[in-house]
């Protein structure tokens, strides 16, 4: 009973944007539960929940006898399946607290006596008030709408002091059984039972009979674009997630890494010794001498999160990815034998795919840990189940086997979007993929893909470091280099000497491996792991091949990179927590951006001119057909076959980076129409600043200018030595 006191504030950690707002909790039922107080909640609610589970809630200690009496004769006795629950709300209240899922009849009745004992003793401990808020903030309406806040920001898109009577009763009527009264997959089920819920509330008196009539006649009015859109909320499930693993992270050990993710303990190394926020919780200590507990401390953590930003990311990744390419990715998949893969692969290598995936199943390691054969296992897996599947229109209940599941789940393209304050680092918003419910992997700090001509800038970098300029020039030719000749998809101004502007605007692989191959790889090294990337292949791979982007790199670490372009040459850690208070309100942590200056500011102005040219006329040029006409900086990535579509884009104040492609690298497009950056991934890029520059609460200005002096001569070299050796070199 004192855990019940308010358990959903009490004892779990809140976490809030920068903005002010609540946006999740963690507690130990996993549950991202945001209590709502009785005086907050709609009259319209409580009439229908009493009206409906239990009229004389106000007269009773907990136990109905009258309508448990009436239960036992006509269902016990007589057999009536109508005839109506025994149980009160302060008992459901009890099951939905203290009772597991009853598997049988015994069970359940077993159960029974239970839930009367605590029902008595919650009507002692509280009043009947509190009992009703807490019927609300602890039932789970589904779609991820877990309490009532989440129940009516979801299905409404209101809060749930501004239901409407027939809102009111839709919810309520769901608390019957929300899957099989779901508004959304069985409206016409769901209507019928919302207009029983307002018929008990005529009979108790709640409404007149014109008021029945009237509302009654209503339709649902569940807005569809709500479901189409469901993880638009700015509440950032992937960032919480990530947050609450980073700070409950352990020290890494060695052997707690298998042998083929060595890349991952060297990664978690570094931000253990480098960010205080990494395993925060375990560095820590309470009085007592425990480590801090995120989900009985009651912390608060005020995070850089901004839930308009985060909105519109959400709403950006939504609108290009599900509402467009997912289309065009269809119809290419369409008439193709190995859909959703690549054509090139041939039977054995998709069995082979699909292996490795049925392995990494939770269906398969639970079948494997029952000591199910594989004869077992594959029996399991081509036999048809019941199942929700995904649908950027809404979840879908259907049959079908478990392997044809995760083959319709590898058809959906995945995508994840981050944005930063360029000054600080800050992470504004944070989309790690398509949809948290379903597809959970997080693609913004935890997954890695090739990088393609994003990381190209970086090589120019160097190039600025060691006393070129964008006007320094150098001869577009294709050359060998060992075992290696780079091919190029343009042959414009081929056997021209072309300035490094035009080689970066155009993307060009044979400038860039011209570069490398005079700089070194060694020090193109050096300076990505001065960038942030510290994934250990890219040591393995020091090579002039690295020039094109084959290593594999998270998309907050590529835009954290991009930092240092936009801030005079100093690039910003990611930042995702200013403070954090314990339960009392004590501050007991404070947040401060960690940089690190990569190349100077006179560089950083070069590389800004030579990224504003990429937008102005090179690969991202179609920037300019969205209405964005500000000074814009940007690169655009395309790997191999298409697999993996990259944007960064930079503006004055913001960073941002989006990455479109398959789960596997061998789920593509064909066609490098569809397929390149700039058609994948720059578009999701547009769309969230045509928001951000639309909304004037925020803090940023489409006119706004890079802070570059007046008159700065780009031609001129930081350095005193002649750069015109390369040209030499080449001519």
Known sequence: ????????????????????????????????????DYNNLSPHLVHALVATEDERFYEHSGIDFIALGRAIIKRGIMGHASAGGGSTITQQLAKQLYS???????????????????????????TKEEIIA???????????????????NTYFNKEPRNLTVTEAATLVGMCKN???????????????????????????????????????????????HLFTAKAVDGSAAYFREFLRQYM??????????????????????????????????????????????????????????????????????????????QEQFNLNMQYKKNAPFSSSLSHQQIKDILNRTIRQTTRYLTLKEQGASIDEIRRSFRTPVEMTLFSYHGDIDTTMTPIDSILYYKSFLRAAFCSMDSKT?????????????????????????????????????????????????????????????????????????????????????????????????????NILHDFGLNNPDIDKNATPVLCLGPCEVSVGEMVSAYTA?????????????????????????????LMNEVISEEDSYQMIDMLRAVVNGGTAGRIRSYGL?????????????????????????????????????DIHFDSGSLGQGATMALPVWAYYMQQIYADKTLPYDPKALFDIPKGFDFCASSDNDDTNGIEEEFQ
């Open 425 to 525: 680092g800050a992470v504004k918003a944070y989309v790690g993929g398509i949809d948290f419910d379903h597809f959970k992997y997080d693609m913004v700090m935890m997954g890695r893909r090739q990088v393609g001509s994003t990381i190209k800038p970086f090589l120019y970098a160097l190039a600025m470091q060691n006393g070129m300029t964008p006007c320094t020039t150098i001869q577009n030719i294709q050359r060998r280099y060992g075992n290696w000749m780079p091919r190029n998809s343009s042959r414009a101004r081929y056997g021209a000497m072309v300035p490094l502007l035009w080689g970066l605007q155009h993307s060009n692989n044979w400038v860039s491996a011209a570069l490398i191959n005079q700089l070194g790889p060694s020090q193109f090294v």
């Open 248 to 325: 409950m992270a352990k020290e890494p050990s060695r052997d707690d890494y298998p042998s083929w993710n060595m890349r991952q303990f060297t990664i978690d190394s570094i931000a253990w010794a480098q960010d205080p926020l990494y395993g925060w919780c375990n560095k820590n200590f309470k009085r007592n001498g425990d480590p801090y507990n995120i989900y009985t401390d009651g912390l608060r953590i005020f995070t850089t999160i901004d839930t308009r930003m985060q909105k519109y990311a959400e709403n950006a990744v939504r609108k290009y990815v599900g509402g467009y390419l």
């Open 565 to 593: 372009f936009a801030n005079h040459g100093i690039r910003c850690a990611p930042m995702f927590v200013t403070r954090i208070e314990d339960s009392r309100g004590n501050v007991i942590a404070q947040f401060q951006p």
């Open 178 to 224: 929300p899957s099989m009264f779901n508004p959304h997959r069985h409206p016409e089920r769901c209507l019928q039972r919302r207009n029983v819920v307002l018929q008990q509330m005529r009979k108790s008196g709640y409404l007149t009979q014109a008021e029945y009539e009237d509302y009654s006649a209503k339709p649902l009015d569940v807005p569809e």
């Open 134 to 152: 807490m019927y609300f903030n602890y039932f789970d309406f589904l779609n991820n709408a877990v309490g009532i806040k989440h129940a009516a």
């Open 1 to 36: 009973m004192d855990d019940l006191a308010n358990p959903i504030d009490k004892y779990a950690s809140q976490v809030y944007s920068s903005d002010g707002k609540l946006i999740g909790t963690w507690n130990l039922d996993k549950a991202n539960r945001v209590a709502v």
């Open 100 to 126: 597991e899922k009853a598997h049988n009849t015994i069970e359940r009745l077993l159960q029974k006596p239970i839930e009367w004992v605590i029902a008595i003793k919650l009507e002692r401990h509280f």
């Open 629 to 665: 006409d500000g000074d814009i900086a940007g690169k655009t990535g395309t790997t191999n076959n298409n697999s993996d579509g990259w944007f960064m884009g930079v503006v004055p104040q913001l960073v941002s980076g989006c990455w479109v492609g398959g789960e596997d690298r």
